[in-house]
C-alpha cells in the first residue's frame, strides 16, 4: 500500500505519518513537499516535490508515487492572515484542491482522497442548532471558511461528476504539541511558557475570551483520518471534534492552572476578528457510527503536554544541551 500526505511537515502531518507507521507498518508513506521547503518532513517519510499551484509538479509527483490513499491536508490555514491575503488563501485551498484532483483524475491514479475540509464553513450557527451536524448549510465568514467551503463543494463535486473516491473531513478545533502560535491555546501556552522563564514580563495578550469552541486532540485527529480512509464511506462528509463546549476563557484557565506564574490578562486589539463566530461546536456521531472513531484524550492532558511542549522548546532554544 502507497500512502502520500500533502502538508506533511505541517502540523497535523508527521502525527498522521507516525499513527500509519504504527497501524499499518507495511504501508509505504510518502510526503509532499514543497521545493522551497522539503527540510521539515519525518525522517521515516520519503519526500517527493510538488506545488499545488504548479499542475505540472503535481503530475511528476503522483505519476512517481501512485498512491492508494492521498491524505490531503496542506492549505494555508490562518484565518486571521486569510483577511489579508484573500486570493492567496482561495489559491492554495481551492484550486489548489483542484489541481490535485485532476492530476489524479487525468492520470487514473486508483486512490481513495480524504481531503482536510473545516468547521469554518458553516459559519455562525444559531446556538439552538448545536451541535452542528454535516447537514447544516454552509455559510462561511472569513476568506479562509470561504476557500475551504470552494474546496469542500469541488471535493463532492469530483465523486458525484467522475465518480473519484473523496472523503471531507470538517475538522474543528483541534490542537496539541507543536501546534504554531498564530492558534489560540497554542499561543496562550507559548506566552505562558515564556514567562515562566523569565523571557516575557507576566502580560498575556489575548483575543475574545467569549467565544465558544470545539477543541480535539491532535492525536485523535490523526486517528480520525486513518479511519476516513479505510472505514469512511466515499463522496461523505464528517464533522471531526469532540463534541465538547469550551470558552476560549476556559482554556486560557486551565493553563494557568497548570503553571504557578501570575499573569496580567490584557486584551490585544490586533487578535480580535473582523467577523468572530461566538460558538462552534460539532456533533461527530455521522463520523462515530461509520468509522468506530471516538476522542480518547481529555483536553486537559492536551493542554498539559502542549504547554510541556513549549517548555521544552523554549529550554532548549535558550539553553542547548551539552555535547
Not at 501512485?66 to 491524505?71: G, M, T
Not at 487525468?106 to 459559519?123: F, H, I, K, P, R
Not at 469541488?154 to 473523496?166: E, F, I, K, N, P
Amino acid at each position: 500500500m502507497r500512502i502520500l500526505i500533502t502538508g506533511i511537515s505541517g502540523f497535523v502531518g508527521p502525527y498522521l505519518a507516525r499513527h500509519i507507521s504504527k497501524t499499518a507498518p507495511e504501508a509505504e508513506v510518502w510526503g509532499l513537499v514543497w521545493a522551497a521547503d522539503p527540510a521539515k518532513a519525518p525522517s521515516s517519510v520519503q519526500q517527493v516535490e510538488g506545488d499545488l499551484t504548479n499542475i505540472s509538479s503535481l503530475t511528476t509527483a503522483l505519476d512517481q508515487v501512485r498512491p492508494d490513499i492521498i491524505f490531503h491536508l496542506a492549505a494555508a490555514s490562518s484565518v486571521a492572515s486569510s483577511w489579508d491575503h484573500p486570493g492567496r488563501f482561495l489559491e492554495v485551498n481551492a484550486v489548489g484542491t483542484v489541481n490535485l484532483l485532476e492530476v489524479v483524475r487525468t492520470l487514473n491514479v486508483d486512490a481513495t482522497v480524504v481531503v482536510s475540509s473545516s468547521a469554518e464553513v458553516y459559519g455562525s450557527v444559531p446556538t439552538d442548532q448545536q451541535p452542528i451536524t454535516e447537514a447544516s448549510p454552509l455559510e462561511p465568514l472569513s476568506p479562509y471558511a470561504a476557500s475551504k467551503a470552494a474546496q469542500d463543494l469541488l471535493t463532492a463535486q469530483y465523486y458525484h461528476g467522475y465518480r473519484m473516491s473523496t472523503i471531507r473531513l470538517r475538522l474543528f478545533h483541534h490542537t496539541g504539541p507543536r501546534r504554531p502560535t498564530q492558534f489560540v491555546a497554542s499561543s496562550f501556552a507559548h506566552q505562558i511558557a515564556r514567562i515562566e522563564q523569565g523571557l516575557d514580563p507576566p502580560r498575556l495578550a489575548v483575543g475574545n475570551l467569549e467565544a465558544v469552541r470545539d477543541f480535539t486532540d491532535v492525536r485523535d485527529v490523526a486517528r480520525a483520518y486513518w479511519l476516513a480512509a479505510t472505514r469512511g464511506i466515499s463522496g461523505d462528509a464528517y464533522n471531526v471534534c469532540s463534541s465538547r463546549r469550551t470558552s476560549i476563557r476556559r482554556v486560557l484557565d486551565m493553563l494557568l492552572a497548570l503553571s504557578e506564574v501570575e499573569v496580567e490578562v490584557e486584551v490585544d486589539p490586533d487578535r480580535l476578528r473582523a467577523a468572530d463566530i461566538p460558538c462552534l461546536v460539532g456533533d461527530h456521531s455521522k463520523f462515530s457510527d461509520t468509522t468506530g472513531w471516538q476522542p480518547q484524550i481529555p483536553l486537559v492532558e492536551t493542554l498539559s503536554d502542549l504547554l510541556d511542549w513549549w517548555r521544552d522548546e523554549l529550554g532548549n532554544q535558550f539553553h542547548p544541551p551539552t555535547q
